[in-house]
């Protein structure tokens, strides 16, 4: 097939810019130690934040249900897709979130655009942090409503934002906020109680994204969503699988059942990885040490690369940014930390802000003070490779 011009000079600016992308396959389950181009290098890029990916107990799970279901769902929730398999799993989520209900969509992607479609549309206006998700400025385009971004963790600026006397021509009009509990670069966290508060106070609906927060945040490793309209997790990172979920009241739920085009208009989620995420549940509630060690773990790396001058930005969470400038200079680290038997891509525009490319470490509960160690050896000597 013919290849437009437009597309092969785009790719030849980006490999310009150092923002060109690729693949690179893993040659084996997500674990702390991965095979990477026939070679076992040390991860930190994985988001499998307690290591249930690999837990035995959750392969068990999915292989059983596999041997009831079969594999794929062959329809929308709707028709013929939905299971006694979602059914177990949205009453779990439910519970452990404290809501009174609960709705899987097959990507957490997906559960942001179906949330936010089902609760503004044209007319409306929804106000985002700068930082947020790219799935939930997605969702905000798709749902015709007005966006309003706002300087990342800035509540007074929010605030003005929803205020229905300035922030849109017409004061009867939907108004919303969305924002990440962690934000995934940065993994620093949102100011969730003064959100709250502004939202009670302009009569505002609010919307947080949990994924990197289930499992890891909270006093039940639940989150932090507290009041709010509803609750976007995912069971794709710290559960260790795949699919997203919303948790909010009843009411909610069933208008996103009647009204979420990305679920309404999908084929549902595999039974098996229903009741591989329930099992994966089960294990983050039954051994609550996973989060201790981890975020123990984060303490002390947050720590070690502070005391050898790397800017680690704001993170409070086990995912630690090292924040190196420009996109050359992370290239050149994350081959120099390859070289070294460490696996951690960089991480350039757009993805973050020019200026802020970076190396995004990503800690699980499986890895060791040891890991940690060398990791922090191998940065110092990536810096100065990067710098000679």
């Known amino acids: 097939m013919a290849t437009p011009d437009f597309v092969r000079a785009t790719l030849d600016d980006l490999r310009a810019r150092d923002l060109y992308r690729r693949l690179v396959a893993v040659g084996s389950a997500a674990g702390p130690r991965v095979s990477v181009g026939g070679r076992t290098v040390l991860q930190f890029a994985s988001n499998n934040y307690l290591g249930l990916a690999g837990d ?4 068990e799970a999915a292989v059983r249900a596999i041997e009831r279901w079969g594999w794929g769902a062959g329809a929308s929730r709707l028709l013929a897709g ?35 479609t089902a609760l503004v549309g044209r007319g409306d206006l929804v106000a985002c ?15 015709g409503a007005e966006l309003a971004r706002y300087p ?49 106070a302009a009569g505002a ?18 989150g932090l969503g507290g009041a709010i309209t509803a609750s976007v997790g995912t069971l794709s990172k710290a559960l260790g699988g795949v699919g997203g979920f919303v948790a909010a009241s009843r009411d909610v739920i069933e208008l996103l059942v009647n009204r979420a085009r990305p679920f309404i208009y999908t084929t549902a989620l595999p039974a098996a990885a229903c009741e591989a995420a329930r099992a994966a549940l089960a294990i983050l509630q039954a051994e609550p040490e996973r989060r201790t060690r981890l975020l123990a773990l984060a303490d002390g790396l947050r720590r070690a690369l502070r ?6 930005g704001r993170s409070e969470t086990p995912i630690v940014p090292v924040i190196v400038g420009e996109p050359s200079r992370a290239l050149a680290m994350a081959a120099a930390l390859l070289a070294r ?9 757009p993805t973050v802000p ?3 490319s970076r190396l995004r470490v990503s800690l699980t509960a499986e890895h060791t003070e040891e890991d940690v160690d060398l990791l922090v050896r191998a940065l110092v000597a990536a810096r100065d490779y990067a710098q000679s």
């Open 205 to 222: 609906m609010l919307v947080v994204d949990e994924a990197h927060a289930l499992g890891v945040l909270g006093p039940t490793g639940a």
């Open 354 to 356: 020019p200026g802020t």
């Open 56 to 59: 035995p107990r959750v392969r």
């Open 152 to 200: 990342h963790a800035d509540v007074g600026a929010a605030a003005e934002l929803l205020n229905p006397q300035s922030a849109i021509r017409n004061p009867q009009s939907r108004r919303l906020l969305v924002s990440d509990t962690v934000f995934s670069m940065g993994g620093d966290v949102a100011p969730l109680g003064e959100l709250a508060g502004i939202c009670r």
């Open 307 to 312: 005391e050898r001058d790397f800017d680690c």
């Open 341 to 349: 038997g460490i696996f951690c891509p960089a991480i350039r525009p």
């Open 129 to 143: 942090d700068r930082e947020n998700h790219a799935s939930i400025y997605d969702a905000v385009r798709l749902s």
């Open 82 to 116: 939905h299971t006694d398999a979602h059914a177990a799993l949205e009453a779990d989520l439910a519970a452990f979130k404290g809501t009174e209900a609960a709705l899987v969509f097959p990507s957490g992607y997906m559960a942001n655009l179906g949330a936010v």
